[in-house]
């Protein structure tokens, strides 16, 4: 059988990823002096208290390559005939590179290494063709082809609750930061050829929520599957599916430490999957 491998900013829930037989190989988180395994030593809900009651800028790090070689090995020790790793985009972390290190060194079993060119549940949604695949009993370039047709096919856009993140990661000034608070201005990003690049913005919380449903709206019936992703904004989230109408499968999926070290909490947007 083949077996898919990702990392642990696909921000798939436990449930799924068990569900799926997906293997998850963490980065790590740096809070502080603390260092923590994502997913492992950290969970989202801790990480999220941890972060709006610090002062400290969450650091993120690639998985080194012998981390993904022992994932790999371990998978070939119980029989895996072939091993499809789909990662985070090769733009935005060096995970892609180390996964594909690591594959050059196995010798066992074939490993194909896929750049999602995306985060989060869209990346999420791309693991998940793969693995369906897997479950199917396709062979290795098979699989590898459900993830790769799901590239193009997969995105995600948030809207930040805030420009502070953006500036205590030096992406902003501080006097940018200052009257974009002031100001209640609150960025629209999404994913473009694997990068994070600005997609608009808004006023208010409100309007926030409103241009979600409206860029989905006008994405319409191309729609597959559709994920609202958030950062530590539950009741939001809930209510936002709530209003959507779709006739696409809508789940609510939370951001995890990867991503929302650099989001912030209370980000909320949507990952998806068109036709």
């Known amino acids: 059988m083949i077996r898919?491998?990702?990392?642990?900013?696909?921000?798939?829930?436990?449930?799924?990823?068990?569900?799926?037989?997906?293997e998850i190989v963490p980065l790590t988180i740096r809070l502080g002096e603390d260092t923590f395994l994502d997913r492992i030593e950290l969970s989202t809900p801790s990480f999220w208290r941890r972060m709006r009651s610090t002062e400290s800028l969450p650091e993120t790090s690639a998985p080194s390559a012998g981390q993904f070689l022992?994932?790999?090995?371990?998978?070939?020790?119980?029989?895996?005939d072939g091993i499809v790793v789909v990662s985070l985009s090769s733009r935005l972390s060096a995970t892609h590179q180390a996964a594909r290190v690591a594959s050059e060194q196995m010798v066992s079993i074939p490993v194909r290494v896929i750049d999602s060119m995306n985060a989060t549940t869209a990346l999420g949604f791309q693991v998940l063709e793969a693995a369906r695949a897997a479950a199917g009993g396709a062979d290795l370039e098979q699989v590898a082809g459900a993830a790769l047709d799901a590239v193009?096919?997969?995105?995600a856009f948030a809207v930040l609750d805030t420009l502070e993140f953006l500036r205590r990661g030096?992406?902003?000034?501080?006097?940018?930061?200052?009257?974009g608070t002031a100001l209640r201005i609150k960025p629209m990003i999404e994913l473009a050829g694997g990068a994070v690049i600005p997609a608009g913005r808004v006023r208010t919380r409100s309007k926030a929520l409103a241009a979600v449903a409206s860029r989905l709206a006008n994405i319409g019936p191309s729609l597959e599957?559709?994920?609202?992703?958030?950062?530590?904004?539950h009741e939001e989230a809930e209510r936002l599916a709530t209003r959507l109408e779709s006739s696409c499968p809508i789940s609510i999926a939370e951001i995890g430490p990867v991503i929302g070290a650099h989001t912030g909490p209370g980000t909320i947007g949507a990952a998806y999957r068109v036709r």
């Open 170 to 179: 030096g992406r902003i000034g501080a006097a940018a930061a200052f009257f």
């Open 70 to 80: 022992e994932a790999y090995e371990r998978l070939a020790s119980q029989d895996a």
């Open 4 to 22: 898919v491998v990702t990392d642990s900013a696909c921000d798939l829930s436990e449930e799924i990823v068990a569900a799926h037989d997906i």
């Open 225 to 233: 599957e559709v994920a609202i992703i958030h950062a530590d904004a």
């Open 152 to 155: 193009p096919k997969t995105n």
